[in-house]
Structure formats: structure tokens, C-alpha cells
């Protein structure tokens, strides 16, 4: 076949199709797309934008992320991009590109990517042909590439070592993500109750479940200072409301526009990291559905 033949999304699927290796990925597994639903999107929440246009976007549409904003011709996630997908969405619309998650091989009931949000939406088995996969993130350049049918990735993060962070199996979902048709169930921090947050995903047209929750005490925070720098450990017990940092307390924070998003991204990192029992390396209680 002409690899320049189809569409942007086939190309692409193709292009990591002739690369990946190894044998069927196990069918109970899941994509997950971690995110920030309470960060400020516009006048809105992100999770206030989803509920009146249930689609989830890529950055390139967005210009919303919660790691690198390098979204756009010559930047690093076009470049990125580029040579993961062999330029097969170099001249693309932006709506046409992936939106990222991470698999969900270690069934954590916060998603497989927490560095990226304290929700997720935990996408249905039919979104899995369509996606493809990485070991390590994006961002690192990875040759180690895979597809739901070939997949070798997974030994890969079992045996690689990195930093819980940093430990997960991205993944590029190619097509239209529509909440009403490929998400089983968005999963929220349980600190969410009773808030807007919630009332927003009522409005939702998929299933919420919970998770038990990111909550950090301040004493157990500055106990490690080393890990983004002592300033964002500072600045996350400055946020904290009565010794304890939690996922409520610092969305407020990024939502009052009293510091820079990129200091409490590090800020998220330390709550991320330590407010919960990581490293998961055996099987975790699921989320609690509603």
C-alpha cells in the first residue's frame, strides 16, 4: 500500500504499525486521559467547556495542557509528532490530530498518568484500535513504539524504573474523542465533592465514578524539597489549608490567578507524587462508581 495513502489518522496508525512489535495487549485494559477539571479554561473550567461541548480536544485546539505548551507549527509536540507519526499530520487541521492519555496497565484508580490531573476519563474498548503507543513519554523522543495488537511496551515500564511520575505507557488516540460514545466513565477526586466540579459533571453524558483522593500533609511535603525544588514546596504548604495540601485547595489557587500556573504544576507534582500511595505496584482498589 502507498504509505501516503488515506487519511492523516490512517497514515499515522500505519506508520507505528510497521514499527511496533510484540504480541496482543490484554483486552481488559484501558486508555485513561488524565486532567485538571477545575483549572481555568477561558471564563470557564475545563470541566464547565466539556459539559457544553462534550469532546475532548487536543492542545493544538486547546492551547490548555498540563505539561509542555509547545502545540503549534515548529514546536517541540509538533516536532514530536512529526516523527512519531511519520509527518502524517504536518499539514492536518489541528481537530484532526490525537488527544493523549496514558494505558492503564497497572489499573490505578486515579488513571495511569496522574502527572497530567487528578481526574480521567477512562476510555471504552472500542477507542483501542485507533490508538497508539510510546515507552517513554513523548518528550523523551522514544523508539519503542506500539499499537493495540502489537504491543511490547508494557514489559517495558514493568521493568524500567523511572519515577512513578514518569512510569506510564503513553498513548495517542487518533479520531474524535466524544464523551457520549468513548468514555465508560469519568473518574474524580474525591475532594471534588459537593463542588462545582461535580455539578459540572452531572451535566455530563457519561457515568462518574471516584477515587479516594490526593491529600498531603504539610509535615510530609517538606519532607521532600528535593524532588521539584524547595520553592514549590513552599509555595504548596502557603496553599495548604489547615496542614493538609489536597487537590480543592490548590484548584482554587490556579483559579484565584495569584501565582504562576507553571510553579503550581510543580506544586501538583509534590501532591501527585506523594499525597498518594505510590509507587502502585500491585493491584489497586477500584473507584468507587455512582
Keep these: 500500500m502507498n504509505p501516503a495513502a488515506g487519511s492523516p489518522r490512517e497514515r499515522a496508525l500505519r506508520h507505528v504499525g510497521t514499527l511496533a512489535s510484540g504480541g496482543p495487549c490484554d483486552p481488559r485494559l484501558r486508555v485513561t486521559l488524565n486532567f485538571h477539571p477545575d483549572r481555568p479554561a477561558?471564563?470557564?473550567?475545563?470541566?464547565?467547556a466539556l459539559a457544553e461541548e462534550p469532546v475532548y480536544r487536543s492542545q493544538f485546539v486547546t492551547g490548555v495542557s498540563n505539561g509542555g505548551l509547545t502545540a503549534h507549527?515548529?514546536?517541540?509536540?509538533w516536532r514530536w509528532e512529526s516523527?512519531?507519526?511519520?509527518?502524517?499530520?504536518?499539514?492536518?487541521?489541528?481537530?484532526?490530530?490525537?488527544?493523549?492519555?496514558?494505558?492503564?496497565?497497572?489499573?490505578?484508580?486515579?488513571?495511569?498518568?496522574?502527572?497530567?490531573g487528578s481526574a480521567h476519563f477512562r476510555l471504552a474498548a472500542g477507542t483501542l484500535p485507533r490508538t497508539t503507543f510510546c515507552y517513554p513519554d513523548s518528550v523523551c523522543e522514544p523508539s519503542d513504539v506500539g499499537t493495540w495488537s502489537r504491543m511490547s511496551l508494557v514489559a517495558l515500564a514493568e521493568a524500567g524504573g523511572r519515577d512513578a511520575l514518569d512510569d506510564y505507557v503513553e498513548a495517542q488516540v487518533h479520531g474524535e474523542v466524544r464523551l457520549d460514545r468513548d468514555v465508560e466513565a469519568l473518574v474524580l477526586d474525591a475532594g471534588h465533592r459537593g463542588t462545582a466540579v461535580e455539578e459540572a459533571a452531572r451535566r455530563l453524558p457519561c457515568p462518574v465514578e471516584w477515587h479516594p483522593g490526593f491529600r498531603l500533609p504539610v509535615g510530609e511535603l517538606r519532607r521532600h524539597r528535593g524532588y521539584r525544588g524547595p520553592e514549590y514546596v513552599e509555595l504548596g504548604a502557603r496553599i495548604a489549608r489547615g496542614g493538609v495540601l489536597d487537590t480543592r485547595t490548590l484548584g482554587e489557587a490556579?483559579?484565584?490567578?495569584?501565582?504562576?500556573?507553571?510553579a503550581l504544576k510543580k506544586v501538583w507534582h509534590c501532591l501527585a507524587r506523594f499525597g498518594a500511595p505510590f509507587p502502585a505496584r500491585n493491584a489497586a482498589p477500584a473507584a468507587a462508581r455512582d
Excluded at 42 to 48: N, S
Excluded at 254 to 262: L, S, T
Design 42 to 48: 477561558g471564563d470557564r473550567t475545563v470541566l464547565e
Design 254 to 262: 490556579a483559579r484565584a490567578g495569584r501565582h504562576d500556573p507553571q
Design 73 to 77: 507549527p515548529g514546536g517541540d509536540r
Design 83 to 116: 516523527r512519531l507519526f511519520g509527518g502524517a499530520y504536518d499539514t492536518a487541521p489541528a481537530r484532526e490530530r490525537p488527544v493523549y492519555g496514558a494505558l492503564d496497565f497497572r489499573r490505578l484508580p486515579w488513571g495511569a498518568a496522574a502527572r497530567f
